[in-house]
């Protein structure tokens, strides 16, 4: 069953990347709705619905995650193991996308269900082929349900 990935979530402490990504995704998909955080903290207030992010309305559950490893505070894969151990929230495909290709990261990553590991590569035409790609699988290719959420 196909649907439109309609809302996105960021989690981006490098604000060139974060940019980078938003206009790649939009540029090649469509995508109703895109919010960045720049922390693990922001992130987990933000799936949950707590603090400023506490109106589902204003701050919809994301379809999809795109999650940095490095983030100040609360790292990357502490989020991805926080979402991965939510019943509801676990359904939400999070896609690792971060510079480090570390082996110990990537398998860490896939130990707590990422579903997607990618780097980022250095270059900015580079960079945007990378997402357009991942874009085009994650929207466009691949089948998910309607879930509810």
Request: aromatic share 10%; glycine share 4%; with cysteine.
């Amino acid at each position: 069953m196909k649907h439109t990935i309609s809302n996105i979530l960021i989690v981006e402490d490098e604000e060139a990347h974060a940019e980078l990504t938003q206009r790649a995704i939009r540029k090649a998909n469509n995508v109703n709705h895109i919010d960045i955080v720049t922390d693990g903290e922001a992130a987990l207030d933000y799936l949950f619905n707590r603090g400023k992010y506490a109106d589902r309305q204003k701050y919809p559950r994301p379809c999809l995650v795109l999650l940095d490893i490095k983030l100040p505070g609360i790292d990357g894969i502490q989020v991805l193991k926080q979402i991965k151990e939510n019943p509801v929230l676990r359904k939400i495909p999070v896609i690792i996308l971060t510079t480090s290709d570390r082996e110990e990261d990537v398998l860490t990553s896939y130990e707590y269900y990422a579903n997607s590991y990618l780097t980022k590569p250095v270059g900015f035409k580079e960079f945007e082929e990378k997402v357009r790609n991942m874009g085009f699988y994650w929207m466009i290719l691949n089948e998910s349900a309607n879930i509810e959420f």
